[in-house]
Nanobody, 128 residues
Framework: VQLQASGGGLVQAGGSLKLSCAAS????????IGWFRQAPGKEREGVSC????????YYVDSVKGRFTISRDNAKNTVYLQMNSLKPEDTAVYYC??????????????????????WGRGTLVTVSS
């Protein structure tokens, strides 16, 4: 059972990246998937979340209008399209799967240990 985030890299400010969160050993169909990030010296923070149905995606204010979360259950993958990137978006990005669709899971306010699976992160570096 594993989640793996990928797609990170180095990009100039204003550029775009698309992250992928792929599952192996289980299917993502019934899980809410959250994207989180942790910048150097800072705490991990939630970025976006999508329910199992793909409806009502959630974004934190700092990424609204710039990031888009989506899922392709046939590919067992969730994506995070990141546009208009800023240097402050620099962080290691993680995805996590939550079985329960509680308000706290869907709004990224649940304790980290309430998520059932965490993936290894992928580094996003935005240069100014």
């Amino acid at each position: 059972v594993q989640l793996q985030a990928s797609g990170g890299g180095l990009v100039q400010a204003g550029g775009s990246l698309k992250l992928s969160c792929a599952a192996s050993g289980f299917t993502l169909d019934n899980y809410a998937i959250g994207w989180f990030r942790q910048a150097p010296g800072k705490e991990r923070e939630g970025v976006s979340c999508i329910s199992s149905s793909g409806t009502r995606p959630y974004y934190v204010d700092s990424v609204k209008g710039r990031f888009t979360i989506s899922r392709d259950n046939a590919k067992n993958t969730v994506y995070l399209q990141m546009n208009s990137l800023k240097p402050e978006d620099t962080a290691v990005y993680y995805c996590a799967a939550g079985w329960t669709h509680s308000i706290s899971i869907l709004t990224l306010t649940a304790p980290f240990d309430e998520y059932d699976h965490w993936g290894r992160g992928t580094l996003v570096t935005v240069s100014s």
